[in-house]
């Protein structure tokens, strides 16, 4: 630093307390502290408290920063570091940060919390899909507030224009599930009498086909070639991405149960495995097979770091906390495939190894109403789309031509 600035070392101090806490890397330990040094400059020259920081404030910090040589503004990858120093830093002082209800105002938390009750009571949904909905809730009231328009005169062209900014990236499948949540939630604010008009009624989203749900699978021997590969893997990070892949391709877990699996629903004394159903709220005992078994107890054993966490799987790097998200999950699947050059015609992550073990077994013999309770679905209509998949089974069963009728 070019000069000694003493008024800031107690939170320095603190965050460097935090970092060797939680075993954070050189890079972080020495980058940090210079993105929320310059952070704390900023507050003081403003005459303002860390204490009374808001989510605007920090934005307006990031926009203000520039390259030293070429006077620009930050590359994306320096913003996301310089935010993810000052967020930390937050949270220390706050002890949650963003604070609640800093993208949405008192009134906007009530409704989703609402909703989330009809959701839940009357409608039976599951905390996992609860989640997704409340999340597409809470987008459209920020935007909603950050274009100063109020609820009750919401408009069928203020629908379009946050569709169009929500759905610049997405494909047309996503923005389908898009609209649907909104559905959903406008339906919520017309029933509860919050807007006048049932604008979910005049929503249209993209033509999906009726093929066009169709998921990849992968060939057996692909899933071989991915296995052998990872058993090879001696790091920490190779022997807990085998453990995960064993369970996709045995159970035909979901991403959710794999990331929520805890110590404790390992029961090694009876060989059993205790899976909680993310989409369903189920819980399933299902034997554990010596594969499994031992792909979990070598990465207990040999990869994964001492920590007081009770999830199974952890980040492979400080902070040693479970896998966050979703995209982790599905970074392990799409990054292995592309290590071994299997490329496939549609999505690459965790659902692809669900489904392959859903028609491998389908092509077993196995009945749909077994197939269904293996993969933790509530009835047999959920299953049946598996049946689409198992094209070389329907070939075999293909009537004959007669003699003399050409094809």
């Keep these: 630093m070019s000069r000694s600035e003493p008024q800031f070392e107690p939170l320095l101090a603190q965050l460097r307390d935090h970092f060797r806490e ?9 980058n940090y502290p210079v993105a929320v040094r310059r952070f704390l400059r900023r507050l003081e020259r403003r005459g303002r408290k860390i204490e009374s920081v808001t989510v605007a404030d920090v934005e307006r910090h990031l926009d203000s920063l520039r ?10 990858h320096s913003r996301r570091m310089h935010r993810a120093a000052i967020q930390m830093l937050l949270r220390l002082v706050h002890g949650k940060w963003p604070p609640p209800g800093a993208a949405v105002e008192q009134a906007g938390q009530q409704i989703v919390a609402d909703y989330d009750r009809w959701m839940k009571d009357l409608r039976g949904l599951a905390d996992s899909t609860r989640r997704h909905s409340r999340a597409e809730a809470f987008r459209l009231l920020q935007w909603i507030a950050i274009q100063k328009k109020n609820i009750g005169a919401l408009s069928v062209d203020d629908l379009d224009a946050y569709i169009a900014s929500r759905s610049k990236s997405m494909r047309r499948t996503s923005i389908a599930l898009l609209v649907s949540d909104l559905r959903g939630v406008l339906r919520h604010l017309h029933r509860t009498k919050q807007v006048q008009v049932d604008l979910s009624k005049v929503l249209r989203g993209p033509p999906l086909y009726a093929l066009e749900g169709i998921p990849s699978i992968m060939q057996p021997e692909d899933i ?10 001696r790091t920490p990070l190779g022997r807990r991405d085998y453990a995960i892949w064993m ?25 059993r495995l205790r899976i909680r159903h993310s989409k369903t709220g189920a819980r399933s005992d299902l034997p554990l097979v010596r594969g499994v078994a031992n792909a979990l107890l070598n990465y207990l054993r040999n990869g ?7 999830v199974v799987f952890l ?14 999950v599905y970074g392990i699947i799409a990054r ?18 669900r489904h392959t073990r859903a028609v491998s077994l389908l092509r077993s013999g196995v009945t749909l109403k077994v197939i269904g309770d293996v993969l ?4 047999e209509r959920s299953t049946a789309p598996y049946l689409k998949l198992a094209t070389e089974d329907l070939r075999s069963v293909a009537l004959g031509l007669p003699s003399g009728v050409s094809s």
């Design 22 to 30: 939680q075993r954070y890397s050189f890079g972080v330990m020495w």
């Design 67 to 76: 390259m030293k040589r070429r006077c620009g503004p930050l590359p994306p």
């Design 224 to 233: 071989k070639r991915a296995l052998a590969a990872l058993k090879n893997d």
């Design 247 to 271: 369970l996709f391709v045995t159970y035909g877990l979901r991403s959710g149960e794999v990331r929520n699996l805890q110590l404790s629903d390992i029961d090694w004394r009876h060989e």
């Design 304 to 310: 994964r770091p001492a920590t007081a966490e009770r």
């Design 315 to 328: 980040r492979g790097q400080a902070p040693y906390t479970g896998l966050n998200a979703s995209s982790s």
């Design 336 to 353: 292995r495939l592309t290590d071994i050059g299997v490329v496939l015609p549609g999505k690459s992550g965790p659902h692809v190894l």
């Design 376 to 379: 933790g679905h509530r009835s």
